[in-house]
């Protein structure tokens, strides 16, 4: 019943949408040198690792298409999104969503169940305790710090993982998962019995 937990079945993922708006600052080190549109998308970049993993990797193709104040210190700016030919190929395993694509990067898979209390004689709930760990997909690696793909990504995006930006918090977004899949975690799970028999009636993560 844990492992086919929904909690457990539902991937952790991460959203790609067709388009962003965003107030940018486009003044700072290498703006005086740089086009304006090549530091605009570099200062996007930076407030979205995740995306910036999904632009190393080849995946997606982000680019600035606006600047509404280019002689500005700030301006909205508008940053596209398209898939690469390596991106199509990947997205056989993605959800579409609203224009965009959902990215499953890890699942939650159970290791064992250690323990297990009630559901004796007349008892009809019972607590087990379980260990459980990330397996995370081949996107996913990138965000798992005990995987090679993960240190090999460049320091500045590494930096930037698990940070929450502005951005972030504008979209609702929170912090961009980074994981360890090479540690187990444990979590508990409660069970009621009914007429027909024990149901998960909660499960910790």
């Excluded at 107030?23 to 703006?31: A, E, M, W």
């Excluded at 579409?96 to 499953?104: D, E, F, L, T, Y």
């Excluded at 323990?115 to 305790?129: D, I, L, P, Q, T």
């Amino acid at each position: 019943m844990i492992k086919s937990a929904e909690a457990l079945q539902k991937p952790s993922s991460l959203t790609v949408l067709p388009e962003y708006r965003q107030s940018l600052t486009l003044i700072g080190t290498g703006s005086q040198t740089t086009p304006k549109e090549e530091f605009a998308l570099r200062r996007f970049l930076e407030g979205h690792a995740d995306l910036a993993i999904l632009s190393y990797l080849g995946l997606v193709d982000f680019k600035v298409s606006k600047i509404e104040y280019p002689d500005s210190a700030s301006s909205p700016v508008t940053v596209t999104a398209a898939l690469t030919d390596n991106g199509r190929s990947a997205s056989r395993e993605w959800q579409q969503s609203g224009g965009g694509w959902v990215i499953p990067i890890a699942r939650r898979e159970l290791v064992e169940v250690t323990g297990v209390a009630g559901g004796e004689g007349e008892s009809k709930v019972a607590r087990a305790e379980y260990t459980w760990r990330w397996q995370p997909t081949e996107i996913g690696k990138s965000f798992d710090t005990s995987k090679r793909e993960h240190q090999s990504l460049p320091d500045t995006i590494r930096q930037n993982l698990g940070r929450v930006s502005m951005a972030d918090v504008m979209r609702q977004a929170g912090r961009v998962i980074v994981f360890d899949s090479s540690k187990t975690q444990t979590a508990s799970a409660s069970f009621r019995l009914y007429d027909d028999g024990w149901r998960l009636e909660k499960l910790g993560t």
